[in-house]
């Protein structure tokens, strides 16, 4: 069974500018996370989707937006870049949505706002 | 939130029993506890869960005492390959409400030869 998908792997954007990052969870799973990984904060819990909506948000801004398509495949947004956005984004799929759910990850992507 | 609080680092030797610690003293009732292990440049990769008392797989052991403040990840004869960052997941909220997922900030293993 193939694992979780993110897209692309590196990026490269300027202040100011917009990015979308695209995750496929693994075949079946329904819910989908995304984590913010700095080496100065750590890893940080964003957003998870079940269903197409939205069930939990992390502290961040509103810049950061997520959705999730009815194949369950999800898409992170981040508008207005700043520079302490660069970071590791990694996504994370489980079967269902709920407590006591082992999660797989993906191998991120890398995004470095210059 | 459910805090958790790890050892930065941690070093061993090859061939001996590697135990993290994590404490998380605003659990909440329903809240799983899970481990994660990580390499450089590669999502985190599941270990092992539990919700209280003692869990064990192929790879790991997860002690979890009665008042469920801290939990213990323990590896039997590391090796080499399992230098590593570990982390502490807690959940918190019961399934189908609003949880927020809090890992820790992570144990550096680093196994000698």
């Known amino acids: 069974k193939a694992g979780v998908t993110q897209t692309p792997r590196y990026l490269i954007k300027t202040r100011g500018q917009q990015v979308t990052l695209s995750c496929s969870p693994i075949s079946g799973h329904r819910s989908v996370s995304w984590y913010q990984q700095t080496p100065g904060q750590g890893l940080q819990f964003l957003f998870e989707?079940?269903?197409?909506?939205?069930?939990n948000k992390g502290n961040f801004p509103g810049r950061f937006s997520g959705r999730q398509f009815s194949n369950s495949r999800s898409e992170m947004n981040v508008s207005t870049l700043e520079l302490g956005d660069s970071a590791l984004y990694l996504c994370?799929?489980?079967?269902?949505?709920?407590?006591?759910?082992?999660?797989?990850f993906g191998p991120g992507t890398r995004l470095t706002v210059t | 939130l459910a805090k958790t609080t790890q050892p930065i680092s941690m070093d061993s030797y090859e061939g001996q029993e590697v135990n993290i610690t994590c404490s998380h003293n605003?659990?909440?009732?329903?809240?799983?506890i899970t481990w994660y292990q990580q390499f450089p440049s590669q999502g985190p990769r599941f270990i092992i869960q539990?919700?209280?008392t003692k869990v064990t797989n192929e790879v790991a052991s997860l002690f979890i005492p009665a008042d469920r403040k801290s939990s213990t990840l323990s590896l039997p004869r590391v090796s080499l390959s399992d230098t590593a960052v570990y982390y502490c997941?807690?959940?918190?909220?019961?399934?189908?409400?609003?949880?927020?997922?809090?890992f820790g900030s992570g144990t550096q293993l680093t196994v000698l030869p």
């Open positions: 989707y079940f269903s197409e909506t939205q069930r």
């Open positions: 994370a799929s489980s079967l269902v949505y709920g407590q006591g759910d082992e999660q797989y």
């Open positions: 539990g919700y209280k």
């Open positions: 605003n659990i909440a009732t329903n809240d799983y």
């Open positions: 997941l807690v959940g918190e909220g019961s399934s189908g409400s609003a949880r927020q997922l809090t």
